[in-house]
């Protein structure tokens, strides 16, 4: 595991540890690599509930309630169903915080309006604050696109648990 995102995790479940907050994740392009890095520090198991694995869009909708009007209007990697993925997380996890992540990972599957590298990242608080973000990685590998959503996803959960 990548030692600069088990740090920054580190960083993320102490904070939600001294706030006794709770996190689940959602993610399809990451396929589970920000719930593996959350729960490869040990003791994670008192902050991390648990992660939601969505890559396709019927498990987006079933798993996490994203509406299929969302997914027919604005596609799968779109602000609108990250932020739903992570309103679904809210939804069906009883924590305190979440992140979603949905893109385009590589080496295929892009297009000019949506190439590869393109990543939506949503976070979403029990309170109602919420954060999203684009992130045009560009086609820098599908490894380095996985990662770099990762350290972003973490980011996003720590200033939402700072904010708590």
């Known amino acids: 595991m990548d030692s600069d995102l088990i740090a920054q995790a580190e960083a993320l479940l102490d904070i939600c540890r001294a706030r006794k907050l709770t996190i689940a994740v959602a993610e399809s392009c990451t396929g589970g690599l920000l719930a593996a890095t959350l729960t490869d520090v040990p003791g994670s198991s008192d902050v991390f509930d648990r992660g939601f694995v969505t890559y396709s869009n019927a498990a987006k909708q079933a798993m996490l309630d994203v509406p299929s009007e969302i997914l027919g209007e604005h596609g799968a990697v779109s602000r609108e169903t990250a932020e739903a993925m992570a309103a679904g997380a809210l939804l069906n996890a009883n924590v305190h915080l979440c992140a979603a992540i949905t893109g385009i990972a590589g080496p295929g599957g892009g297009l000019p309006n949506k190439p590869v590298g393109l990543v939506h990242i ?26 770099a959503s990762v350290g972003e996803a973490i980011a996003m959960l720590r200033r939402l648990a700072e904010e708590q």
């Open 122 to 147: 949503a976070a979403a608080s029990r309170k109602g604050q919420s954060l999203s973000k684009e992130c045009r990685f560009g086609d820098i590998g599908r490894s380095q696109v996985r990662r």
